[in-house]
């Protein structure tokens, strides 16, 4: 197995990445690094989101500069302000050991004094955003006629924002004889055009096909009426009690409105787009780095700095304009080794644009249809029961356990157990029990999997994502284990902390049979039957559609004031009190996970 120590790197480093965590190296970092530790030369590097390329480029420049010197020696360009300060930051933790090295971030809507003066202490690497380095340049306030390392980081993004002039610009005043290393998750013909003009001769490496997605994500699309989009998006976080996600839309417009909607609805939501303050995007990021945040509305150029490791889920709200920006949308999940899933809503005309997608993308889409408002009461209510089951005893409960028994003495353990779980039940069920199914059927499908065929069992299961299963590999696992055929198990349902699936009634006996006491990793795996079907089970049509209007919100309680107060939701503060039922059950939002 390769190691940091084989890539030839140094011991302030090498303390470093196990400061880090880092274990071996990721495939680009194997690929690049040693090549760029022993030679002067060119490079265009291919490879996804996620896959460790900051390292790649930064531990060889960490290493090749000369840190006693105060010239600046690298320049780094990247698309946003958010990569440009992450790029930063992660280069200081990798450079920590490095005695007196000075990495300054130059990047639009902060204070350009501030930023001279950092570039005047000596900055022996310079990580910039194309404008406000331009910027910089012809004010004389920083001097890269001395550079002997440059990056282009995220080089298609820069060019699909419109940087290609400022690129050209800026390289003009770097010296000829420097090298030049691009990354670039995609290759289009823009950024082939940069190479073949800006760079000699570059050595080219490739990680997994050119263009493709992560394989850590699965897609899955799901048909709608367009009139329902918004209905089924609020489901698919309802069916995810756990969502922590980015939702895209195609314009800022809708990105605002879609947010406020969310945010009214009684969802964490908040919105990310250009329209913002660079103040009121630096609130949101926060908000969702601190997952106060469940799920984020964002256009794909103000998503473009996002690098959140733990994203569960991207939201296809509607498609991208272009589709080639799908594998940018889909690539922020699934990221740092873990799963993730990306969901399209789509109209039905718009279902021969997945195809087109599974071309670029080369994976296959999963077709699924939105779950039933009850599916989504029983997915909320074992999610809350797995919730409590894990939960630790806090014991500063214990004062006020007297009163509290006293309170239940004559209820049942089982009767108590049904009230409690009603207050949270009642909730989702009074909101779902009449609403209408959304599926829309599609001629078109191309369902990998099988429908319910109505003499089926559904199942629910305690494993689930946070166990690291996603939806094929369970159903490769209930396979095996169970020795059913290639399509005896169907509607895998992974959530996270548990699963859902299907097969034939004629196997229910023999799944339950072989759960009765079944241990995964030293506890009892759990099976039972499910009442519903894995979707269509409370299929009534909704009688008051359109009349419930604001109030229409099953989750409301759940959230706090706290993501109210701090002010972001683009820029409005939804009034929450005029709903007059919050005040009174505003409490401590649960923490979204573990
Ligand atoms: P990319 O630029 O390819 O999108 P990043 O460089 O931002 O990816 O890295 C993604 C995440 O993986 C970061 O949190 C980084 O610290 C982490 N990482 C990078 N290299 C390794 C490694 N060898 N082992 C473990 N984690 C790593
Ligand atoms: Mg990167």
Same mark, same amino acid.
């Given at each position: 197995?390769?190691?940091?120590?084989?890539?030839?790197?140094n011991k302030?480093?090498?303390d470093a990445?196990s400061?880090?965590?880092?274990?071996?190296?990721?495939?680009?970092?194997?690929?690049?690094?040693?090549?760029?530790?022993?030679?002067?030369?060119?490079l265009v590097?291919?490879?996804?989101?996620g896959?460790?390329?900051?390292?790649?480029?930064?531990?060889?420049m960490?290493?090749?500069?000369?840190?006693?010197s105060?010239?600046?020696?690298?320049?780094?360009?990247s698309?946003?302000?958010?990569?440009?300060?992450q790029?930063?930051n992660e280069?200081k933790?990798?450079?920590?050991?490095?005695?007196?090295?000075?990495?300054?971030?130059?990047?639009?809507?902060?204070?350009?004094?501030?930023?001279?003066?950092?570039?005047?202490?000596g900055?022996?690497?310079?990580?910039?955003?194309p404008?406000?380095?331009?910027?910089?340049?012809?004010?004389?306030?920083?001097?890269?006629?001395?550079?002997q390392y440059?990056?282009?980081?995220?080089?298609?993004?820069?060019?699909?924002?419109?940087?290609?002039?400022?690129?050209?610009?800026?390289?003009?005043h770097?010296p000829m004889?420097?090298?030049t290393w691009?990354?670039?998750?995609?290759?289009?013909?823009?950024?082939?055009?940069?190479?073949?003009?800006?760079?000699?001769?570059?050595?080219?490496?490739?990680?997994?096909n050119k263009n493709?997605?992560?394989s850590?994500?699965?897609h899955?699309?799901?048909?709608v009426?367009g009139?329902?989009?918004?209905l089924a998006?609020?489901?698919?976080?309802d069916?995810?009690?756990?969502i922590?996600?980015?939702v895209?839309?195609?314009t800022?417009?809708?990105?605002?409105?879609i947010?406020?909607?969310?945010?009214e609805d009684?969802y964490?939501?908040?919105?990310?787009?250009g329209?913002?303050?660079?103040n009121?995007?630096?609130?949101?990021m926060?908000?969702?780095?601190?997952?106060q945040?469940?799920?984020l509305?964002?256009?794909?150029?103000?998503?473009?700095?996002i690098?959140?490791d733990?994203?569960?889920?991207?939201?296809?709200?509607?498609?991208?304009d272009?589709?080639?920006?799908y594998?940018?949308?889909?690539g922020?999940?699934?990221?740092?080794?873990?799963t993730?899933?990306?969901?399209?809503?789509?109209?039905?005309?718009?279902?021969?644009?997945i195809?087109?997608i599974e071309?670029i993308?080369?994976?296959?889409?999963?077709k699924?249809?939105?779950?039933?408002?009850?599916e989504?009461?029983e997915?909320?209510?074992?999610?809350?029961a797995?919730?409590?089951?894990n939960?630790?005893?806090?014991?500063e409960?214990?004062?006020?356990?007297?009163?509290?028994?006293?309170?239940f003495?004559?209820?049942?353990?089982?009767e108590?157990?049904?009230k409690?779980?009603?207050?949270?039940?009642?909730?989702?069920?009074?909101?779902?029990k009449n609403s209408k199914?959304?599926a829309?059927?599609?001629?078109?499908?191309?369902?990998?999997g099988?429908?319910?065929?109505?003499?089926?069992?559904?199942?629910?299961?305690?494993v689930?994502?946070k @166990?690291?299963? $996603?939806?094929? !590999?369970?159903?490769d696992?209930? #396979? +095996?284990v169970? =020795?059913?055929?290639?399509?005896?198990?169907?509607?895998? @349902?992974?959530k $996270?902390?548990? !699963?859902?699936f299907?097969t034939e #009634? +004629?196997?229910? =006996?023999?799944?339950?049979?072989?759960?009765t006491?079944?241990?995964?990793?030293?506890?009892?795996v759990?099976?039972?039957v499910s009442?519903n079907k894995?979707r269509?089970g409370?299929?009534?049509?909704?009688r008051?559609r359109?009349k419930?209007?604001?109030?229409?919100?099953?989750?409301?309680?759940?959230?706090s004031?706290?993501?109210n107060?701090?002010?972001f939701?683009?820029g409005?503060?939804s009034?929450?009190?005029?709903?007059?039922?919050?005040?009174?059950s505003?409490?401590?939002?649960?923490?979204?996970?573990?």
């Amino acid at each position: 197995m390769e190691t940091f120590q084989n890539l030839g790197l140094n011991k302030d480093l090498l303390d470093a990445i196990s400061d880090l965590g880092f274990e071996t190296p990721s495939e680009i970092q194997q690929k690049a690094i040693p090549v760029l530790l022993e030679e002067e030369r060119d490079l265009v590097a291919l490879a996804q989101t996620g896959t460790g390329k900051t390292a790649a480029f930064g531990f060889p420049m960490l290493q090749k500069i000369d840190i006693n010197s105060r010239t600046t020696q690298g320049l780094i360009l990247s698309p946003t302000r958010e990569l440009c300060l992450q790029i930063t930051n992660e280069l200081k933790l990798y450079g920590k050991y490095c005695k007196g090295l000075n990495v300054v971030a130059i990047y639009g809507g902060a204070s350009v004094t501030e930023q001279a003066k950092q570039i005047k202490k000596g900055a022996q690497i310079v990580v910039a955003t194309p404008g406000r380095m331009k910027d910089m340049i012809s004010r004389n306030l920083v001097d890269i006629s001395k550079i002997q390392y440059s990056v282009l980081d995220e080089a298609d993004e820069m060019l699909n924002m419109g940087f290609y002039e400022d690129i050209t610009d800026i390289l003009s005043h770097t010296p000829m004889d420097k090298s030049t290393w691009l990354f670039s998750a995609t290759m289009p013909k823009e950024v082939a055009t940069i190479a073949k003009k800006f760079m000699y001769e570059p050595l080219e490496i490739t990680v997994g096909n050119k263009n493709e997605s992560t394989s850590n994500v699965s897609h899955e699309y799901y048909v709608v009426n367009g009139r329902d989009r918004y209905l089924a998006l609020k489901r698919l976080a309802d069916a995810n009690p756990d969502i922590f996600s980015v939702v895209f839309c195609r314009t800022k417009r809708d990105t605002q409105k879609i947010a406020e909607k969310l945010i009214e609805d009684g969802y964490n939501a908040g919105a990310l787009h250009g329209d913002l303050s660079q103040n009121q995007r630096d609130l949101v990021m926060k908000s969702f780095r601190n997952n106060q945040i469940q799920m984020l509305v964002a256009t794909d150029v103000a998503a473009r700095g996002i690098d959140v490791d733990d994203i569960t889920h991207v939201i296809n709200y509607q498609l991208p304009d272009e589709i080639e920006t799908y594998t940018h949308r889909s690539g922020r999940t699934g990221r740092a080794g873990k799963t993730g899933v990306s969901m399209v809503i789509v109209a039905k005309s718009e279902v021969r644009k997945i195809k087109s997608i599974e071309r670029i993308i080369k994976k296959q889409f999963e077709k699924k249809e939105i779950p039933s408002g009850m599916e989504i009461c029983e997915v909320q209510l074992m999610s809350l029961a797995n919730k409590i089951h894990n939960t630790k005893v806090n014991h500063e409960i214990d004062k006020y356990l007297d009163s509290i028994n006293e309170l239940f003495e004559d209820t049942e353990k089982e009767e108590l157990i049904k009230k409690f779980f009603s207050v949270e039940f009642t909730r989702f069920f009074n909101y779902y029990k009449n609403s209408k199914d959304l599926a829309v059927s599609d001629s078109n499908s191309s369902d990998g999997g099988r429908m319910s065929t109505g003499n089926d069992t559904r199942y629910f299961i305690n494993v689930g994502r946070k @166990d690291g299963y $996603d939806w094929m !590999s369970l159903k490769d696992f209930l #396979k +095996e284990v169970l =020795e059913l055929g290639k399509d005896d198990v169907f509607k895998v @349902d992974v959530k $996270d902390s548990f !699963s859902f699936f299907n097969t034939e #009634k +004629e196997n229910e =006996e023999k799944v339950l049979a072989f759960f009765t006491d079944f241990k995964y990793n030293g506890r009892f795996v759990n099976v039972e039957v499910s009442d519903n079907k894995g979707r269509g089970g409370g299929g009534k049509r909704d009688r008051g559609r359109g009349k419930r209007k604001g109030n229409d919100r099953p989750r409301g309680e759940k959230r706090s004031r706290r993501s109210n107060d701090s002010g972001f939701q683009g820029g409005r503060r939804s009034d929450r009190s005029k709903k007059g039922r919050r005040s009174a059950s505003d409490r401590p939002r649960r923490s979204r996970r573990k």
